[in-house]
């Protein structure tokens, strides 16, 4: 596949769509053959913008079945619908022999998650996740400082994100059709914008999350707005998250206390002490990559996935029992 075209669908082709579309054409070697989306128009609308980019006027259906039909089946699908449909598709593109790119969140519970893991292993299909937080050069360097022990052992995580989440449903007419499921953690502020901050906590610490008790303020609808937990991390570390969706502002912070010093890190600076007590801001190196062009780069066998489906579920395994946390009222084991 490393000289060749790839061929990619596009099932689900709202706003998220169209950024990644966008993305996906600025690389070479890629044809986006088909989109699908139960709003036709949606999928008409997207496929004139592929058309005038590219040239070449893809394949629209309002059922996603179509996609994978193609007499030449696509090489990857991209799944870009709200999450409660982001199993069944990523699903049955891999029964396909599809790749798939998802957006974050992978599943909306821990065991659709793991059936993807273990679809996408038994058939040697990637799935690459856009957790594209990731990708930014402040929490890649804090990460890299981590794993070089420069802070001494780590004692103590806080991830705090505060962004007008309500505002933004609210404004897309959502807030009041949505339903909050204690058994699933599919819907509201934790596994939407959330669901970067609890990925990033993961992914920088390279520590598996233990046990949780969690606290939420939801809407009659049941969703939730704001979050709060402690985390025990795997060797004891404990780590405080704390998300808000009714915030005026935004922001995105990690802090990571060692022995020795602490990080501050977010999404765009990054602040080190190295102990004086002195902290200094440091300009990381940008990795000039997207979530995008790092999906099609692994599919190619040039670079491994930025989120690989098996990390994505420990996210999801996270926010799940965040979720269920906060609706028993007590601490609840990290399956």
Not at 113 to 136: E, F, M, P, T
Not at 192 to 206: P, R
Not at 264 to 275: K, S
Not at 306 to 334: F, H, K, M, N, Y
Request: hydrophobic share 40%; net charge negative; proline share 4%.
């Amino acid at each position: 596949m490393a000289n060749s075209v790839l061929r990619i669908a596009i099932a689900g082709c709202g706003q998220a769509a169209r950024i990644h579309v966008d993305r996906l054409l600025d690389q070479p070697d890629v044809e986006i053959v088909g989109c699908a989306d139960s709003e036709r128009a949606s999928a008409d609308k997207l496929a004139d913008r592929i058309a005038e980019k590219s040239g070449k006027t893809p394949a629209v259906f309002s059922d996603y079945h179509g996609l994978l039909e193609l007499d030449r089946p696509p090489d990857a699908l991209g799944v870009f619908t709200p999450h409660l449909f982001h199993y069944r598709l990523t699903m049955d593109a891999l029964q396909a022999g599809c790749h798939v790119f998802v957006e974050k969140p992978l599943s909306t519970n821990s065991q659709e998650a793991a059936d993807i893991v273990n679809l996408a292993r038994g058939r040697q299909r990637k799935v690459g996740v856009g957790h594209q937080y990731r990708l930014r050069p402040s929490l890649i360097e804090s990460r890299k400082r981590l794993k070089a022990d420069a802070i001494g052992p780590l004692r103590l995580v806080t991830a705090v994100m505060a962004e007008p989440w309500l505002a933004r449903q609210e404004g897309r007419g959502l807030e009041s059709s949505w339903r909050f499921d204690p058994k699933i953690a599919g819907g509201g502020l934790l596994s939407d914008a959330g669901d970067h901050l609890v990925d990033a906590l993961l992914w920088m610490t390279g520590l598996a999350a233990r046990e949780v008790f969690a606290a939420q303020s939801k809407l009659p609808t049941g969703l939730d707005v704001v979050t709060a937990a402690t985390i025990r991390l795997e060797g004891d570390v404990p780590a405080t998250l704390a998300l808000s969706g009714v915030s005026r502002g935004s922001l995105f912070e990690l802090t990571f206390f060692g022995e020795r010093g602490r990080i501050r890190a977010t999404d765009t600076t990054l602040e080190i002490d190295d102990g004086d007590g002195n902290a200094r801001l440091v300009e990381p190196a940008d990795v000039g990559e997207s979530i995008d062009g790092n999906f099609l780069a692994a599919l190619r066998g040039e670079s491994p996935l930025s989120c690989p489906a098996d990390e994505a579920l420990d996210t999801v395994r996270l926010s799940e029992a965040i979720a269920r946390s906060a609706v028993a009222g007590q601490v609840v084991q990290v399956a």
